[in-house]
């Protein structure tokens, strides 16, 4: 293997995280408050929005192209004839970056389902799966139970296995119990309180083995929505499980855990109108969505910048958050996978939207911004390509 000719042995403690949606926000939690904790920190994630280098951050920040360069150089002298795809190329050379920088701790993101992943090439001293829905059925299988088997292949024998999913589906239990490994589950031997004030002062209480550990006081989460409260949780109890090689302290957690974000889950980039970007590209994160749209304050309309990749459920997405939106203006993604405009048209008629067709994420994020009355909201969201797009477009000074 590629991994053995680099000598990719890795000696500090690795956290992998898997899931169908929020496993990107657990790494940030993950990250922030180990870099509190005065950790030196390696993070590897994916996809990236507008640079390859935001994949891979040491020590709080991302790697220089000279250090990505070096890596990928690496990776392509020792693989001789060994076909690597993408992604495998990229993990190897965040992992040969990692185990140079001396690191105290490596936070891993699954890239794909988990039990196949490149990520899962080494062993986690702790795995996390933050939720399990459907998404990439053309890989992982179209029920829950397939996609759940899939994400269980992370969890590891006498390793803690965390679970962020409500309601697991059976062959994750049964994984877990298979492999052997120490599994804690959202809302049994994990337990999130909200303050009397709403998400201001909540508890996470963290049970295993006979031992339960509360973590009181915590702050308000930056990120918005009671969701983040699940990822929050299941970062906490991964640290939790790896006291005894990472201790945290209180002060460090509620640091890291006020100070985590993540950019385009429902960031707001402006006011006056209120303009939110948000990647949400299935029915899961859609709903999600939806609930942060309901629980904002009483205002204008919602006008929504929709661009989406056409192996995705959108019929689904939209159903969910056409109670939310009033004005859809529809774009086409310039991808490999794109859905065009028309399909996407095709879609919100039969939903019964009320919507423009424009050719590309930009014209239609410029037509949303000119539409916008002060009091409104324009959502930009459907995937990473249309939450790039709009960063790209409001980076450079424009609306």
């Given amino acids: 293997m590629v991994r053995d000719r680099l000598a990719l042995r890795p000696s500090f403690p690795l956290i992998s995280v898997g899931g169908t949606n929020g496993k990107g926000s657990v790494c940030a939690y993950l990250e922030s408050i180990l870099i509190a904790a005065n950790y030196r920190v390696g993070c590897y994630s ?24 070096e890596a990928l150089a690496a990776v392509e002298r020792a693989r001789g004839e060994v076909p690597l795809t993408y992604f495998e190329q990229g993990t190897l050379a965040a992992m040969w970056l990692f185990q140079r920088a ?26 996390v799966v933050s939720s399990v829905d459907l998404d990439h059925q053309q890989f992982l299988g179209d029920t829950r139970e397939a996609i759940g088997f ?5 969890f590891r024998a006498g390793k803690p296995a965390i679970c962020g999913d409500a309601d697991p ?24 309180e909200l303050g009397d004030s709403g998400q201001v002062g909540w508890t996470c209480r963290v049970a295993a083995g006979g031992d339960v550990k509360t973590y009181p006081a915590l702050p308000a989460l930056a990120m918005p929505g009671r969701h983040q409260y699940t990822n929050a949780a299941c970062a906490v109890a991964a640290l939790a499980r790896l006291r005894e090689r990472l201790p945290v302290s209180v002060n460090a957690l509620r640091a890291g855990l006020a100070s985590a974000r993540q950019p385009g889950r429902f960031q707001i980039i402006g006011r006056q109108p209120l303009r939110i970007i948000d990647v949400a590209h299935n029915p899961h994160a859609a709903r999600a969505l939806a609930g942060n749209l309901a629980d904002l304050p009483p205002g204008g309309r919602v006008i929504a910048v929709c661009a989406m990749l056409a192996d995705k459920d959108v019929a ?38 009320v919507f423009e067709q424009h050719e590309s994420v930009l014209q239609a994020w410029q037509a949303a911004c000119l539409q916008a009355e002060p009091a409104d909201t324009i959502l930009a969201f459907g995937s990473f390509h249309t939450v790039a797009a709009v960063m790209q477009e409001t980076n450079s000074g424009r609306p």
Avoid: M
């Fill in 150 to 154: 899939e994400k269980a292949g992370i």
């Fill in 102 to 127: 001396q690191l105290d701790v490596a936070v891993l993101e699954v890239g794909l389902g988990g039990r196949l992943d490149a990520v899962n090439a080494w062993d986690a001293d702790c795995a």
């Fill in 316 to 353: 689904g997405v939209v159903r969910i958050l056409r109670p939310h939106v009033q004005v859809w203006h529809a774009a086409g993604l310039d991808q490999p996978r794109g859905l065009d405009t028309a399909g996407l048209a095709d879609i919100l008629r039969v939903e019964a939207c």
């Fill in 169 to 192: 589906p059976a062959s994750l239990l049964a994984y877990a119990e298979d492999a052997g490994a120490e599994l804690l589950r959202i809302g049994e031997q994990i337990r999130v």
């Fill in 46 to 69: 994916s996809p990236h929005l507008l640079r390859y280098n935001e994949r891979v951050h040491i020590a709080g920040r991302e790697v220089s192209d000279t250090e990505l360069c």
